[in-house]
């Protein structure tokens, strides 16, 4: 790196202004001229200003400082957290020791992935925002990785396409910075292959899921083995391919039981209750739909999903105490503000239940339906407005049915092709 972007790095570190360092050593606007590496400053005015900034010591070991945070990065990434803490602790004790920038803006970008996986999305921004202010001096291998956890960022905000964007950069930027961590990539398509489920593009979410399958096989990363398996079944099952739906669960149920992820082998029971619910086999989908209750514990959303499949399925039994029972049981988890989307679709089923009495139409059209469009929730707009299109056709509102059960067929149509 340039040692006009290493000063003003530090300087900025430091929370010094120009006219602080610069003073009775340089211009202000020759500083500046400096830190844009517009000219090149003699070896005494170097001297002066890093001795100014307390740089004048010579550089700490950067191969080091670097092979500890590849030890780290390479932790975060296989979940080993014992390791992550002690290498983090090494790392903060030899960071200060040295002026190498690139190692402080890997540093930065590690800590916003940490953040990331703590699920602190407002100290994640933080982070993102610093670094996206010193991106021109990021190297081509540090974009990578800043692309590819802004890429997570938008993920967990529900922005999936901006998110879709910084992936695509992250791609590009494997290439350019020579990458040569597989496991990296793998990562990077199983992001991807998450993101393009989300926008409903899953032929080539199953694209990508398969890429980053075959590598995380090839080094036994089990966990993320299961996690790609069950991708794969959900977007088989989207695009009614039932029997390699089949194949993705059974190996990802395998896996999770083997090593005893819990928390996964729950979400597999939830998906095999929706396969069986689309082939018409009730009785093992509500089996499924239990067994996965059974597996969350305290997971209360998780519930709810598993809940919400449960008053489906025996609301198409017409078995109505046990929609009932479980009516009163997902109520109890959820509200307008805590999970609206469950709320408003348990609710659905709860006017269901009463023969839609009094309000039901006032609660679609200024409730439910505006919440699922505001949010992006298209599939649930489309499935909520089909709802309300079969009920007015039963009241013969024939207009008004055309017109909900034609907003739910163009979403569905735009969503057909992918």
């Known amino acids: 790196m340039k040692i006009g972007s290493k000063i003003r790095f530090h300087r900025l570190k430091q ?12 211009s202000i606007s020759y500083l500046s001229k400096l830190e844009n590496n517009q000219v090149t400053p003699s070896d005494d005015i170097v001297h002066l200003l890093c001795e100014r900034l307390g740089l004048n010591h010579p550089v700490y070991r950067p191969n080091q400082l670097n092979e500890l945070l590849e030890k780290w990065n390479h932790a975060l990434l296989w979940n080993k957290e014992d390791e992550a803490r002690s290498t983090h602790k090494l790392i903060q004790r030899d960071l200060d ?14 800590c916003f992935r940490v953040q990331l996986l703590r699920g602190d999305l407002t100290e994640a921004f933080s982070h993102l925002s610093h670094i996206q202010t010193n991106y021109k001096d990021l190297s081509d291998k540090h974009k990578f990785y800043f692309h590819k956890y802004k890429g997570n960022y938008y993920y967990l905000m529900k922005e999936y396409e901006k998110a879709k964007g910084e992936l695509k950069e ?36 199953i694209y990508y899921g398969e890429k980053a399958l075959s590598i995380f ?49 729950s979400k597999i ?28 514990e305290s997971d209360d959303e998780g519930k709810l999903y598993s809940i919400l499949s449960l008053v489906k399925e025996h609301y198409k039994l017409n078995q109505r105490s046990e929609v009932q029972f479980w009516l009163s049981k997902g109520l109890e988890l959820c509200s307008k503000e805590r ?8 609710s659905y089923y709860q006017f269901a239940l009463n023969e839609f009495l009094n309000g039901f139409e006032y609660f679609m059209k200024e409730c439910a339906l505006p919440y ?47």
């Open 217 to 265: 096989q090839g080094v036994y990363y089990q966990k993320r083995c299961a996690e790609v398996h069950l991708l794969l079944g959900i977007c088989y099952r989207r695009i009614r391919n039932g029997e390699d739906a089949v194949k993705h669960y059974e190996w990802a149920n395998f896996i999770s039981q083997s090593i005893q992820y819990t928390s996964l082998h």
């Open 372 to 418: 699922f469009k505001k949010n992006g929730s298209l599939l649930l707009y489309a499935e909520y407005s089909k709802f309300l299109g079969q009920y007015y056709q039963r009241i013969r509102k024939y207009k008004l049915a055309a017109f909900h059960l034609n907003e739910s067929n163009i979403i569905y149509e735009e969503m057909l092709p992918l």
């Open 170 to 205: 992250a791609e590009t930027y494997f290439v350019l910075g020579n990458v040569v961590n597989e496991e990296e990539r793998a990562d990077l398509f199983y992001l991807f292959s998450l993101v393009l489920t989300r926008l409903h593009m899953y032929r080539l979410a």
């Open 15 to 26: 929370k010094l202004t120009q006219e602080n360092l610069s003073k009775g050593i340089i």
């Open 339 to 346: 999970y609206p989307d469950k709320f408003y679709q348990l």
């Open 269 to 296: 029971e939830q998906n095999f209750g929706y396969l069986k619910s689309f082939m018409n086999k009730s009785d093992e989908a509500i089996q499924h739909f239990v067994r996965s209750i059974e597996l969350k």
């Open 97 to 110: 020791q040295t002026d190498d920038v690139s190692s402080h803006f890997f540093y930065k970008i590690l």
